[in-house]
Each structure stands twice: as structure tokens, then as C-alpha cells.
T-cell receptor
Framework: DTAVSQTPKYLVTQMGNDKSIKCEQN?????MYWYKQDSKKFLKIMFS???????INETVPNRFSPKSPDKAHLNLHINSLELGDSAVYFC??????????????FGPGTRLTVL | DAKTTQPTSMDCAEGRAANLPCNHS???????VYWYRQIHSQGPQYIIH???NNETNEMASLIITEDRKSSTLILPHATLRDTAVYYC?????????????FGSGTQLTVLP
């Protein structure tokens, strides 16, 4: 069973469109994240959710909005897509309560291409 | 979180030990050292972490200097599948700063 899954794996769309990327984890973790990896391969945190509360929101445009229907899911909605949004987006999860310093488990990534 | 410095790239012969260094001279007392790797076109994968003692698991060993200002990740018998970018990250173990701040990492190439 896949621990952290993302759909779709590839997403090609036009500028100005609105799109969503879904993420699910079956590890029972209490915290989920979205990271962006740009063309220069730098991985940057975008959001994290802990028990349905947004706890970190880096300097990400408000066109990006995370939505967590339940503890196992954290979806990423993007409005009015721009060329610069083209990147690989990774979802991750971890267990942050209880034992300290747990590792994060990453999904396979979603490659978004905006034309 | 403290910043880290890693060499841009390293080569290692298949079957030999790969030793990847990391400097983190500004690390705080409550910050852990984590290592992740990213194989081409895949998501990052956790390898190991430690606070001040040396650690070993089925993937690797982590050696942290006594002053905690640097560490070394050791892959004891590198294989071609270990070719990846290796990231050394320091962060607090718990609390609000749960993010991982990735640097540019070390591209390890295992040669046949």
C-alpha cells in the first residue's frame, strides 16, 4: 500500500485556469505538508496542516489554498494559474505529537506545467 | 533553523563506503540533524536523524562531532541505486517549526 499518494502525477493546463492536486496518506499521521520544487531543484515548504489547522504558511500567493477535508487528506487548490507555477509539487506527512523528531514521508510528486 | 553547508557533488565507487559531510556550525542545542535523499524524479526519502549521539539504521550511519558543528552520513556499501541528491537538514524536533528547509544538497554519483 502506498503511504502517501498524490493525484494526478502529471497536470498540463493553460494560464488562468484553476486546478487541484489531491494528497492522501494512510499512515495515521497528524500533520501534512505541501512542498514546491522549482526548475532549479530547490525544495521549499508551502503549507503544513496539523489536526486540520494551518500552522505554517510561507510567502505563498493567496492563489494557492490548502484544504483538508479530514486528517488523511490535504488537497492543494490553485486559482488563476501562472507560468511561474510550473513545478513539481510534493505532499508529505509526519506524526508530530508524542515522540519527538519524526521523519516526513513524501509522495511521488505532481508535475504541473502551465502553458 | 540552522543553515547547512554540503559539497555540491561527490563520486563513489560501487561497493565502497560513501561518506557525505555536512557543516552546521550554528546549530542550536535543541536542533536535530536529519538526512534525506532524493532519487531522480522521486519524492525525498528519509534516511536517518540524530541529536548528539551517533546513529545507525539499515540504510546508513550518522556520525555527529562532539561539538555538533558537523556530521557525516555514511553509506557503508554504496550501490548504483544510491545515486541521488543527499540533503542535510537541521531543525527542531518538535514545536511550531515543523518545516524542513532543504538546501542544495550533495549529488552523489555511484560509479560501476
Amino acid at each position: 500500500d502506498t503511504a502517501v499518494s498524490q493525484t494526478p502525477k502529471y497536470l498540463v493546463t493553460q494560464m488562468g485556469n484553476d486546478k487541484s492536486i489531491k494528497c492522501e496518506q494512510n499512515l495515521g499521521h497528524d500533520t501534512m505538508y505541501w512542498y514546491k520544487q522549482d526548475s532549479k531543484k530547490f525544495l521549499k515548504i508551502m503549507f503544513s496542516y496539523n489536526n486540520k489547522e494551518l500552522i505554517i504558511n510561507e510567502t505563498v500567493p493567496n492563489r494557492f489554498s490548502p484544504k483538508s477535508p479530514d486528517k488523511a487528506h490535504l488537497n492543494l487548490h490553485i486559482n488563476s494559474l501562472e507560468l511561474g507555477d510550473s513545478a513539481v509539487y510534493f505532499c508529505a506527512s509526519s506524526q508530530e505529537s508524542g515522540r519527538a523528531a519524526d521523519e516526513q514521508f513524501f509522495g511521488p510528486g505532481t508535475r504541473l506545467t502551465v502553458l | 533553523d540552522a543553515k547547512t553547508t554540503q559539497p555540491t557533488s561527490m563520486d563513489c565507487a560501487e561497493g565502497r563506503a560513501a561518506n557525505l559531510p555536512c557543516n552546521h556550525s550554528t546549530i542550536s542545542g535543541n536542533e536535530y540533524v536529519y538526512w534525506y535523499r532524493q532519487i531522480h524524479s522521486q519524492g525525498p526519502q528519509y534516511i536517518i536523524h540524530g541529536l548528539k549521539n551517533n546513529e545507525t539504521n539499515e540504510m546508513a550511519s550518522l556520525i555527529i562531532t562532539e561539538d555538533r558543528k558537523s556530521s557525516t552520513l555514511i553509506l557503508p556499501h554504496a550501490t548504483l541505486r544510491d545515486t541521488a541528491v543527499y540533503y542535510c537538514i537541521v531543525r527542531v524536533g518538535r514545536g511550531s517549526a515543523r518545516q524542513l528547509t532543504f538546501g542544495s544538497g550533495t549529488q552523489l554519483t555511484v560509479l560501476p
